[in-house]
């Protein structure tokens, strides 16, 4: 791969908004119990993560589904993937701030090659409700 902009970039706006850590947890699938519950599956890793508040673009994107719901903004340099029921990923989560954030909506890829990696990506979290203990 050649130039990373997200290390590039990322060192600029640092200064104004600092990466924050973060765990990916990436969907692979699940199991479904004998029950008939299904599970889902993850492969946590580390991030570092930029968060911001969603902009006006931003909102416009989920505008028609009336969410009313805690939205962020945040670029990552990994791969991270909204629901897409026909390529059958996604529903990947991250966990920052306290709290799991499920990744609703890819919103830019910079960088993807034909293997599906990307240098990074920009996507719309919602805030999930905390599991009941």
């Known amino acids: 791969m050649g130039l990373n902009l997200f290390t590039l970039a990322g060192a600029l706006c640092a200064q104004a908004v ?3 850590a973060a765990v ?7 199991t479904v119990n004998a029950d008939g519950s299904v599970t889902p599956l993850y492969t946590a ?3 570092q993560i930029v968060v911001q508040p969603p902009g006006p673009q931003d909102l416009q994107l989920v505008e028609g589904l009336g969410q009313q719901a805690e ?7 990994a791969p991270v993937h909204a629901l897409s029921r026909a ?19 890819s919103v ?3 960088a993807a090659d034909t293997s599906g990696e990307s240098e990074w990506v ?7 409700l905390p599991a009941s203990a």
């Open 18 to 20: 600092p990466p924050q």
């Open 24 to 30: 990916l947890h990436a969907s692979t699938g699940s």
């Open 45 to 47: 890793t580390p991030v």
């Open 71 to 77: 939205l962020r903004v945040v670029y990552v340099n």
């Open 87 to 105: 390529l059958q990923t996604g529903g990947d989560i991250l966990e920052f701030s306290g709290s799991d954030w499920l990744v609703t909506r």
């Open 122 to 128: 920009k996507v719309v979290v919602t805030r999930q």
């Open 108 to 110: 830019e890829d910079w």
